[in-house]
C-alpha cells in the first residue's frame, strides 16, 4: 500500500494517511477493496445459480433447435479471447496510472473499453443469427436459459464498459491522478471477475459436448 | 488513536458537485432524508420496520378472524391468500430483517468504538431501497391485487405465464420485483456491515474482544451477502416464466419446478438464520448485565455462531421432504438439520450457564431474554420432531409447521428484538421506557403467544391444514382456533402497551444518564443519546466487556470493586471533537433510488418507457453521487 500526504482545508498540518479511501484501516486494506471483494462474492451465487441452471437443462430439450445447429465455435472462440485479452489492457491500464503514465493509461483503458464493446458486438450478432435460425426465449429450455444467462453476463460486461468509460472521463478531466489509482483497480477486479466467469459459461455452453 | 482523528479530519480538495445544493442541516425534519449518520438511519430502519410489524400484525388479526370458526366469511378465498402472503413477506422482508439491520446499524459502530459504517451513503441508500421497495409491494393492493402465492411464492403456481396462469393479476410480478429490490437494500446492509467491522474497529478491538452481538451480525450479514443473490436469480426466472415465456419451472417443456424450491430454500433456509442469529445477538448482550456476570463462554458462543453460519447453508433440502427428492437425500438432510442443533444448543446452555449463579434482575430486558430462550427452546424442539423424515411427512403443510417457526420466529426474534428496545432504548433516546408498563406488555405477550401458537401443534398433528381460507365443522378444531384467535387480540394488546409506553416515555420519561443498567459494553461509555461523532475521542480496547473493567476491578481477595467515578469515561475533554469531519448530509442516496421503483412499475406493466425512465434517472443519480464528495469541505 502507498502512502502520500493528503490535504485539508482547515489549515491542519497535512497528516500521512493511506491513499485507499483515506482511512486508515484494522486490515490495511481499503473499505472500497474489501467492499469490492465481497460483492464479487455475493455474484458469484448469483451466476452460480444460473450456471447451474443451464447445466441442470441442458440437453433435456426434443423439440427447437439444437446448440449443434447454431453454435460457430470459431466465432465465439475469437470474441472470447478479444474479451479475455482485455483482462491484459486492464492490468496494463492499472500499471500505467501507478506509475503516473497518464497517457497510456488512456490508451489501455480505452482499448479495454473498446475489446469489451467488440464482445458485445459478438454478441449481439449471435443472438440475432440465432433468433433468426428459431431459437427464441420460449422455443425451448435451451433457448431459455441460453439468453438469459449469456444476456446477464452481457449486462455485466456493458456495466463495466461504462464504468471503464467514466474513469477515462475522469481522468480526461484531470480528476485520476495517481492517488486515485485505487479507483482503477476497483473497475479492474470488476472487470477480471467478468472475464473469469465468462471462462465458466463459454465452457459451459459452448465446449462440454452436447449429445 | 491520532491517525483516526487525522483521518476524519482529511477533506477531498477536488472540486464540488454543483448539481444540487448541498444539504447543511443535520437537524430538523428534513434533515431526516438526507443524513447518513449511522444511528439516525437506525432509527429509520427501526421506526419504519415497527410501523410494517403493525401492518403484518393486522394482516395477521385478519387470518385469526376468519379462522375463529368453521366455514369463515370474513374473507375471501382469495383475499386471504393475499393477507397470509403478504402477512410472511412483510413478517420476514420488512420487519424481521430491517429490524436487526436497525439494531445492527445502530449499535455495530458504537459497539467497537467506530465513529460510523464504512459506507455512510450506501447505508442511507439501502434504508430508502427497504422503505421504497415496502411501499412499492403495497401499492400492489390499490394496482390490482398483492401478491398472492404464498411468501416462498412455489413455482409453477407463480410462474405459469399471465395469460394461461394459476393467479393472473400482477401480484407475484409485484411479489418478485418487490423482493428483488429489497434484496439489493439487504445485500448494501450486509456489504456495509462486514466492512465496517473487519476495518473499523477501535485500537486494541481485537476480533475475540468484540460483543457477541457484533459477532452475531457480522455472521448475519455473511449470509445475507450469499443467500440473497440466489432468491434473486429464482424470482427473476419467475417473472421471465410468467411475462416472457421462458420454460424455467415450465414441466411441459422438461423445466423443472423442483428448481425452483432447490434454488429458493437455498436462500430461504440461511434466511432462518438471517433471522434469528439477530435474536441470539440481543439475548447475549442483556444476559450478563442483568446477571452481572460476563457471557458464559463467550468464544463457544461465538464459534457456534460462525458454525451455524456454515451449517446453515446444508439443510436445505428438508424443507422439501415431501416432494420425492428419494430417501437418500432425506436422510442426509434429516441428519444435517439433527446436527445443526448441536451448535444451538450449545447456545442455549451457555445463556443458562451465564445467568446460572448470577445475581439476577429481572428487568424487563431480561424478561425478554428469559421468554426468548424458553420459547425458542420449544421451537427448536418442534424442529428436530420435524427433522424426522416420516414425522414430517405427516407434519408438512399442517399447522403444526406454523406452530414451529412461529416458535423460532415470534418466540425468538420478536421476543429478543423487544428485550433489545426495552435495553438500548435509554440508550438511543435517552429515557428509559416504564418498566412496569413494560412488564405488563411481557407478560401478556408471553400468555398471548403461546395461547396462539401452542395450540396450533395439536390441531396441526390433527391435520388442520395450513394456507387453507377455511375448514369445515365438526372436524374437532373449532375450540382450538378460537383460543387461538383469542391469544392473536393478547398480543395486539401487549403491542399496543408497548406504544403506550413509548408514548408515556416520551411525555414523562426521566433523562437516564449514559449508563443506566450499569451494562458491560462500549455503547455505553458516551452520552445518551451519543453525539453525532460518537466517542469524543476513539476509545481504546484492552478487554472483552471493555466498559465494565473500566468500572470494575477486584481486591485482593477477588471481590469486585468499583472504581472511583469519572475513571471510567472515555469522553473525557470533548475539545478534540471540533477537528472531527463527519461525513456531510446528501440528497443523492435518496434520489438515486425513486429511480428503484419507477424500473419497477416499468417491469410489473411492461411499460417500457417506465423502464427508461427509470434507467435514465438511475443513471443520473449515480452520476450526481458519484461526483458529490462524501465529505464537503467548510462542514
Not at chain 1, 485507499?20 to 451466476?47: D, M, Q, R, Y
Not at chain 2, 451477502?225 to 436469480?233: Q, R, S, W, Y
Request: net charge neutral.
Amino acid at each position: 500500500m502507498t502512502t502520500t500526504v493528503a490535504t485539508t482545508d482547515h489549515g491542519h498540518p497535512a497528516t500521512p494517511t493511506h491513499v485507499a479511501g483515506g482511512h486508515p484501516t484494522n486490515t490495511g486494506i481499503s473499505n472500497v477493496k474489501i467492499a469490492i471483494w465481497a460483492f464479487l462474492g455475493s455474484e458469484c451465487l448469483f451466476f452460480g445459480a444460473f450456471i447451474s441452471t443451464y447445466l441442470l437443462y441442458r440437453g433435456r430439450d426434443t423439440i427447437g433447435p439444437k446448440p449443434k445447429q447454431l453454435f460457430t465455435i470459431p466465432f465465439t472462440s475469437c470474441t472470447s479471447f478479444i474479451l479475455l485479452m482485455s483482462s491484459l489492457t486492464m492490468v496494463l491500464a492499472l500499471a500505467a496510472i501507478q506509475r503516473g503514465d497518464h497517457r497510456r493509461f488512456r490508451i489501455w483503458i480505452l482499448s479495454t473499453a473498446l475489446f469489451g464493446l467488440t464482445f458485445i458486438g459478438g454478441q449481439v450478432y449471435e443472438f440475432t443469427s440465432f433468433y433468426r435460425q428459431g431459437l427464441n426465449l420460449h422455443v425451448n429450455l435451451f433457448g431459455s436459459t441460453f439468453f438469459i444467462l449469456t444476456g446477464l453476463h452481457g449486462a455485466h460486461v456493458t456495466v463495466g464498459i461504462f464504468w471503464l468509460l467514466s474513469l477515462y472521463s475522469r481522468s480526461m478531466q484531470g480528476k485520476l491522478g495517481t492517488e486515485e489509482s485505487e479507483a482503477v483497480e476497483v473497475a479492474g477486479l470488476y472487470w477480471h471477475f467478468v472475464d473469469i466467469v465468462w471462462i465458466f459459461i463459454f465452457t459451459a455452453i459452448y465446449l462440454v459436448p452436447y449429445h | 488513536m491520532t491517525t483516526v482523528e487525522d483521518a476524519l479530519t482529511h477533506v477531498e480538495t477536488k472540486p464540488v458537485n454543483r448539481m444540487l445544493q448541498r444539504p447543511r442541516s443535520t437537524t430538523g425534519a428534513w434533515s431526516w432524508f438526507t443524513t447518513v449518520d449511522h444511528k439516525k438511519i437506525g432509527i429509520l430502519y427501526g421506526v419504519t420496520a415497527l410501523a410494517f410489524f403493525l401492518i403484518g400484525g393486522i394482516e395477521a388479526l385478519l387470518i385469526r378472524v376468519q379462522l375463529w370458526g368453521p366455514n369463515g366469511t370474513v374473507l375471501t378465498a382469495n383475499q386471504y391468500n393475499q393477507v397470509f402472503t403478504m402477512h410472511g413477506t412483510t413478517m420476514i422482508f420488512l420487519m424481521g430483517m430491517p429490524l436487526s439491520i436497525a439494531f445492527g446499524n445502530y449499535l455495530i459502530p458504537l459497539m467497537i468504538g467506530a465513529r460510523d459504517v464504512a459506507f455512510p451513503r450506501i447505508n442511507m441508500f439501502g434504508y430508502w431501497v427497504f422503505l421504497l421497495g415496502g411501499l412499492f409491494l403495497y401499492s400492489s393492493f390499490v394496482l390490482g391485487g398483492a401478491p398472492n402465492g404464498g411468501w416462498f411464492g412455489y413455482a409453477p403456481l407463480t410462474s405459469t405465464p399471465m395469460s394461461k396462469g394459476f393467479l393472473p393479476g400482477h401480484g407475484p410480478d409485484f411479489w418478485t420485483i418487490g423482493l428483488i429490490m429489497l434484496g439489493i437494500g439487504s445485500v448494501t446492509s450486509a456489504l456495509n456491515f462486514i466492512v465496517t467491522v473487519i476495518n473499523m474497529r477501535a485500537p486494541g478491538m481485537s476480533m475475540l474482544r468484540m460483543p457477541v452481538f457484533v459477532w452475531m451480525m457480522t455472521v448475519v450479514a455473511f449470509l445475507t451477502l450469499f443467500a440473497m443473490p440466489i432468491v434473486t436469480a429464482a424470482l427473476m426466472m419467475v417473472y421471465l416464466d410468467r411475462n416472457f415465456g421462458t420454460n424455467f419451472f415450465n414441466a411441459s417443456m422438461h423445466g423443472d419446478p423442483l428448481l425452483y424450491q432447490n434454488l429458493f430454500w437455498l436462500f430461504g433456509h440461511p434466511e432462518v438464520y438471517i433471522l434469528i442469529l439477530p435474536g441470539m445477538a440481543v439475548v447475549s448482550e442483556i444476559l450478563p448485565v442483568f446477571s452481572r456476570k460476563p457471557l458464559f463462554g463467550y468464544s463457544v458462543v461465538v464459534f457456534s455462531g460462525i458454525a451455524i453460519g456454515f451449517l446453515g447453508w446444508g439443510v436445505w433440502a428438508h424443507h422439501m421432504f415431501a416432494t420425492g427428492i428419494g430417501p437418500v437425500a432425506q436422510s442426509a438432510f434429516g441428519v444435517s438439520t439433527m446436527i445443526i442443533a448441536v451448535p444451538t444448543g450449545v447456545k442455549i446452555f451457555n445463556w443458562l450457564g451465564t445467568v446460572w449463579g448470577g445475581a439476577v434482575r429481572l428487568a424487563t430486558p431480561m424478561l425478554y431474554a428469559l421468554g426468548f430462550i424458553a420459547m425458542f427452546t420449544l421451537g427448536g424442539l418442534s424442529g428436530v420432531m420435524s427433522a424426522i423424515v416420516p414425522a414430517d411427512t405427516q407434519q408438512t403443510d399442517s399447522y403444526f409447521v406454523v406452530a414451529h417457526f412461529h416458535y423460532v420466529l415470534f418466540g425468538g426474534l420478536v421476543f429478543a428484538l423487544f428485550g433489545g428496545f426495552y435495553y438500548w432504548w435509554p440508550k438511543v433516546f435517552g429515557k428509559m421506557l416504564d418498566e412496569r408498563l413494560g412488564k405488563t406488555s411481557f407478560w401478556i405477550m408471553l400468555i398471548g403467544f403461546n395461547l396462539t401458537f401452542f395450540p396450533m401443534h395439536i390441531v396441526g398433528l390433527e391435520g388442520m391444514p395450513r394456507r387453507t381460507y377455511t375448514y369445515g365443522a365438526g372436524l374437532g378444531w373449532d375450540l382450538l382456533n378460537k383460543l387461538e384467535t383469542v391469544g392473536a387480540f393478547l398480543i395486539a394488546t401487549s403491542v399496543l402497551v408497548f406504544i403506550v409506553n413509548i408514548v408515556h416515555t416520551k411525555l414523562r420519561g426521566e433523562p437516564c444518564g449514559e449508563d443506566p443498567w450499569d451494562a458491560r459494553t462500549l455503547e455505553w461509555a458516551t452520552s445518551s443519546p451519543p453525539p453525532e461523532f460518537n466517542f469524543a475521542e476513539i476509545p481504546i480496547v484492552t478487554n472483552r466487556d471493555e466498559w465494565w473493567h473500566r468500572k470494575y476491578t477486584e481486591d485482593e481477595d477477588g471481590r469486585l470493586v468499583r472504581l472511583p467515578a469519572g475513571a471510567a469515561t472515555a469522553t473525557a475533554e470533548p475539545e478534540a471533537h471540533h477537528h472531527i469531519h463527519m461525513p456531510s448530509p446528501s440528497y443523492w442516496p435518496l434520489l438515486f433510488t425513486i429511480g428503484l421503483p419507477i424500473l419497477g412499475y416499468g417491469f410489473v406493466f411492461k411499460n417500457w418507457w417506465l423502464v427508461g425512465l427509470g434507467a435514465v434517472w438511475l443513471m443520473f443519480g449515480m452520476t450526481g453521487w458519484a461526483t458529490e464528495p462524501s465529505t464537503e469541505p467548510g462542514t
